[in-house]
């Protein structure tokens, strides 16, 4: 990953970053990045993930290149708000997965001056806003888009592709069960 400019400053006050792209384009590994840069400050955090989301660990945030860094498994977006203590930074993977109460929490965190870091995909598989990412973007102080590479074709991706003819909004999988496509490949399927 690039050394992001915004990593190695310390807001002077609160902000909201929000790290986003399809699968497999690296979302986690960078909201991992930022946190150890954190933690190399001593700067305190929290990371945070919903319950739901149990593929790796039930207790950190594991990338598909398996970096982990510890995590506090939730229930529901305010969890974060009643859990975040004295943390100047909450960092939130899978964002995608809260309802829109997390748009809120976001807010309320960076008025309480603390830096949000939070990763999500944006789209869902049918090429749709996924939740409350869509708001959060739009509320962002900084926004990172990242890319996977074209299973098909090896060109810049930003599609999640679900193989197979399951209907059912949230599936958890890996590449058993998805595939990052660039728009053109994403479209002739
Ligand atoms: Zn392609």
Not at 11 to 33: A, R, Y
Not at 46 to 52: D, Y
């Amino acid at each position: 990953m690039p050394e992001n400019k915004i990593n190695s400053e310390k807001p002077l006050s609160g902000s909201i970053e929000v790290v986003c792209g399809s699968m497999f384009s690296g979302k986690t590994e960078e909201l991992i990045n930022r946190v150890n840069g954190v933690i190399a400050r001593k700067q305190s955090i929290k990371v945070f993930k919903p319950s739901i989301d149990i593929r790796y660990s039930s207790t950190a945030v594991v990338s598909h290149n398996q970096l982990s860094v510890p995590a506090i498994a939730v229930a529901k977006a305010n969890d974060i708000l009643t859990q975040a203590d004295s943390a100047d930074i909450i960092a939130i993977d899978e964002v995608q997965f809260f309802d829109d109460t997390i748009v809120e929490v976001c807010k309320s965190l960076a008025k309480q001056n603390k830096r949000v870091i939070a990763a999500g995909l944006d789209m869902n598989y049918k090429g749709e806003p996924f939740g409350p990412v869509p708001h959060l973007l739009a509320i962002a102080d900084y926004i990172t888009k990242l890319h996977a590479i074209c299973a098909e074709c090896g060109n810049l991706a930003n599609f999640t592709f679900r193989k197979g003819n399951d209907e059912t909004l949230i599936v958890l999988g890996e590449n058993d069960k998805y595939a990052a496509l660039c728009r053109t490949c994403y479209n002739n399927k």
